[in-house]
Nanobody
Framework: RVRLLESGGDSVEAGGSLRLSCVVS?????AAWFRESPGKEREGIAA??????YYGASAKGRFTIAQDSTKNTVYLQMRYLKAEDTGMYYC??????????????????WGQGTQVTVSS
């Protein structure tokens, strides 16, 4: 496993923006962001491998995943936030390619999460 540390979670109003950061300690060629909302199972939000981004339905058109190799950091830029975006956001690394890139089971390492709360 590699270690991951998320930051950037906050409380914002609907329509606002937020950027989450994940510092990866160790090697991982891919990274992803997942969300766990009240009453829902962990959902794949976005992933990036070799510069190619992948997005889940919840993120489409509003969120952007990016990486900075020099800082070993992965970002999730969130715009036009909705109340439904509220939840714990987790950074994942060490893709195992057991299934789809946005499947929880495809990842071996997880951060502790950062809370995002969007008020309507």
């Amino acid at each position: 496993r590699v270690r991951l540390l998320e930051s950037g979670g906050d409380s914002v109003e609907a329509g606002g923006s937020l950027r989450l950061s994940c510092v990866v300690s160790g090697y991982s060629s891919c990274a992803a962001w997942f969300r766990e909302s009240p009453g829902k199972e962990r959902e794949g939000i976005a992933a990036i491998c070799t510069g190619s981004p992948y997005y889940g339905a919840s993120a489409k058109g509003r969120f952007t995943i990016a990486q900075d190799s020099t800082k070993n950091t992965v970002y999730l830029q969130m715009r036009y936030l909705k109340a439904e975006d509220t939840g714990m956001y987790y950074c994942a690394a060490e893709r195992m390619e057991r299934g789809h890139i946005l499947d929880v089971g495809d990842w071996n390492s997880w951060g502790q999460g950062t809370q995002v709360t969007v008020s309507s």
